[in-house]
């Protein structure tokens, strides 16, 4: 278990509000990643960082923000929440070795109404 | 840009039987991973395939890595319906990032 912790849950917010999920871990990885997924689409990468204050964009980043000013911290915002942002949100961390898996959270349940 | 295509998108099999899902990508790459996924949970890591020629099996799953022909297969024996789920492939490409496959939804019934 790589003590990866995806807060909240489950949220229900309305069209226009900004929002933030987070995603705590306890080991120190440097590599972090916010993904979301869609019925159809798989998971999509949206953001990732490689370090603190270090993040870049991914395939879906439109809409979305992120910032890590702490290791163990990556935050992903809506800046406006959209319906087309009702999502399940997955953050995942990559371990370290020549070996290295990517582990993920439990999962955030998004609906914008 | 990295495309990652799986078929099939769904399969309805019948428990004892075998089949495979076909994972290709676009790229070039040498580092692949199989997940499973269960209704309204997070990803569960199955294999990583780290070169070419890379075989892992674990129970009725057998996944194998080609990276010339960039394929990547999971093969399911005898299937049970404790296999129902949906498979996921992705790929590493070295640029730190893992970029999936649509996922195949697999159900198995008597």
């Known amino acids: 278990d790589a003590g990866i912790t995806q807060s909240p849950r489950h949220k229900v917010t309305e069209t226009g509000t900004p929002v933030t999920l987070r995603c705590h871990q306890t080991e120190n990885h440097r590599y972090m990643y916010w993904y979301r997924q869609d019925p159809g689409h798989g998971l999509r990468l949206i953001h990732y960082s490689y370090g603190v204050k270090d993040t870049d964009k991914g395939e879906v980043s439109d809409g979305y923000s992120v910032s890590r000013s702490k290791t163990e911290d990556f935050l992903l915002t809506l800046e406006s929440a959209t319906s087309s942002q009702t999502s399940v949100y997955f953050c995942?961390?990559?371990?370290?070795?020549?070996?290295?898996?990517?582990?993920f959270g439990s999962g955030t349940r998004l609906t914008v109404v | 840009e990295l495309k990652v295509e799986q078929n099939p998108l769904f399969l309805s099999m019948q428990e004892g039987k075998n089949y495979t899902i076909y994972c290709n990508y676009s790229?070039?790459?040498?580092?692949l991973y199989w997940y499973r996924q269960d209704p309204g949970k997070s990803l569960e890591s199955l294999f990583v395939?780290?070169?070419?020629?890379a075989v892992k099996q674990e129970g009725r799953l057998m996944a194998s890595l080609d990276t010339k022909a960039r394929l990547s297969t999971l093969h399911i024996t005898a299937a049970v319906h404790d296999l129902s789920a949906t498979y996921f492939c992705a790929v590493d490409i070295g640029t730190d990032k893992l970029i999936f496959g649509t996922g195949t939804r697999l159900q198995v019934f008597p």
């Open positions: 995942a961390i990559r371990e370290t070795g020549l070996t290295y898996g990517y582990t």
């Open positions: 790229t070039t790459s040498d580092r």
């Open positions: 395939l780290l070169s070419n020629g």
